[in-house]
């Protein structure tokens, strides 16, 4: 069975650091989420490829944050530099198209935990 | 701003007894409901989905129950098993783009 592919698993760092995640999607899913889950919280999206092109950025932070998708396959999310208030699950997740009946079904990847001390 | 209001945050069910879920939104222009499922340290997976147009969809033991008037969903779980213990989140989007979650909630499951 196809699955979202992320690492690292888990990732430690001190403030001020950069830290980035990778995610390799479904083959053949044109869109990518990256989700951030706080502890306790539902997931919150930070931004939304479709193919190598942004689609929503609107809630990711971008004096610190930052995302590619460069060939619109695989993606790398950074940050930099890390605060305490960045801990959280980073979800990358994807789908099968943009709009229509079934790009609801988003497929979600492990995650990648960040601790920030 | 929270879209998507979900109650309660915990909840704990005899095994075999029905569990639910409710969620409440504002965006008239959802227009499509799902649940995930998630397990500690696992991403979340689709459980079961509605559009507007039905007011109930059943898949196995998991039946969700749409409101349009109400704008209210919620997520039941039949003869609830301790497997089922996981942390289940309603989503609501708009054209299958930006989906917003609710804050979850813990299902226990006791044996």
């Known amino acids: 069975e196809a699955e979202v592919a992320q690492s690292p698993r888990y990732k430690i760092t001190e403030k001020s650091q950069a830290v980035a995640f990778w995610c390799d999607p479904i083959?053949?899913?044109?869109?990518l989420y990256w989700y951030r889950q706080i502890l306790g919280q539902g997931p919150e999206l930070l931004v939304q490829f479709q193919d190598e092109s942004v689609v929503d950025d609107s809630q990711l932070p971008k004096d610190r944050f930052s995302a590619e998708r460069l060939k619109g396959v695989d993606s790398t999310l950074k940050i930099q530099p890390a605060e305490l208030g960045d801990s959280a699950m980073y979800l990358c997740a994807s789908s099968p198209r943009e709009g229509g009946r079934d790009a609801g079904e988003l497929f979600f990847g492990e995650g990648s935990r960040l601790t920030v001390l | 701003q929270q879209q998507v209001k979900q109650s309660p945050q915990s909840l704990i069910v005899q095994k075999g007894g029905i569990s639910i879920i409710n969620c409440a939104y504002e965006?008239?222009?959802?227009?499509?409901f799902p649940w995930y499922q998630q397990f500690p340290g696992k991403g979340p997976a689709l459980l079961i989905a509605i559009r507007p147009d039905v007011s109930e969809k059943k898949e196995g033991r998991f039946t969700i129950s749409f409101n349009k008037s109400a704008k209210q969903f919620s997520l039941h779980i039949m003869d609830s098993q301790p497997g089922d213990s996981a942390t289940y989140f309603c989503?609501?989007?708009?054209?299958?783009?930006?989906?917003?979650f609710g804050a979850g909630t813990i299902l226990r499951v006791k044996s």
């Open positions: 083959s053949g899913h044109a869109t």
């Open positions: 965006n008239t222009a959802f227009d499509y």
């Open positions: 989503a609501a989007s708009y054209y299958g783009n930006k989906l917003v």
